[in-house]
């Protein structure tokens, strides 16, 4: 009986939380810290670039999954069944609950029928790291939105570049999910 609480019931479960809270914060020289930490733990065991951006991708792949289950539990949100709408989905919700507001722009490839850009000015990941490194360290973002868009069933691959002082996060879906939305 304990655990069949009715929505009457005061008792709440964690995953009945708003997934969203102002006042749970976490400070930026905090995160900062902690990020820090993780890069220098995935360089300790690497021998070249490409591969501390694989390992960060990895860290963030795995935090993409379960950022994309919380929502599901906690904001019963419908299943996204559309390429936009699954990005906008990360563009926006996603984005306001991990770097405190929405990526800049989402825009799709001219070129590319499979290919979409998300655009952000000032993304928090790479805000106190200098140049060279930002790339590399942004793969943990976009290893964050491969989780997500994995785990919602559109296969994907992320890459992260810097453009015009922005970062860019280059979206490619794979030719099955293309084939879905046809």
Excluded at 167 to 176: A, D, E, L, Y
Aim: with cysteine.
């Amino acid at each position: 009986k304990e655990f069949c609480a009715t929505m009457d019931s005061k008792v709440r479960s964690a995953f009945d939380k708003p997934l969203i809270k102002r006042e749970a914060k976490v400070s930026l020289s905090a995160f900062s810290y902690v990020f820090s930490e993780l890069v220098q733990h995935c360089q300790s065991q690497i021998d070249r670039g490409e591969d501390l951006e694989k390992r960060l991708a990895e860290a963030g792949y795995g935090i993409g999954l379960r950022v994309l289950e919380l929502y599901s539990f906690r904001e019963k949100c419908k299943k996204e069944r559309s390429v936009i709408q699954i990005l906008n989905f990360v563009r926006t919700s996603v984005w306001k609950t991990l770097f405190g507001r929405p990526a800049d722009d989402l825009q799709i490839s001219n070129n590319k029928k499979n290919e979409y850009y998300i655009y952000d000015s000032e993304h928090l990941i790479c805000k106190y790291i200098s140049n060279p490194n930002a790339e590399r360290c942004a793969a943990f973002t976009a290893g964050i939105i491969n989780g997500i868009l994995d785990g919602a069933e559109f296969t994907c691959e992320v890459k992260a570049v810097i453009s015009k002082d922005r970062m860019v996060f280059i979206v490619t879906f794979s030719n099955k999910v293309i084939e879905r939305e046809t």
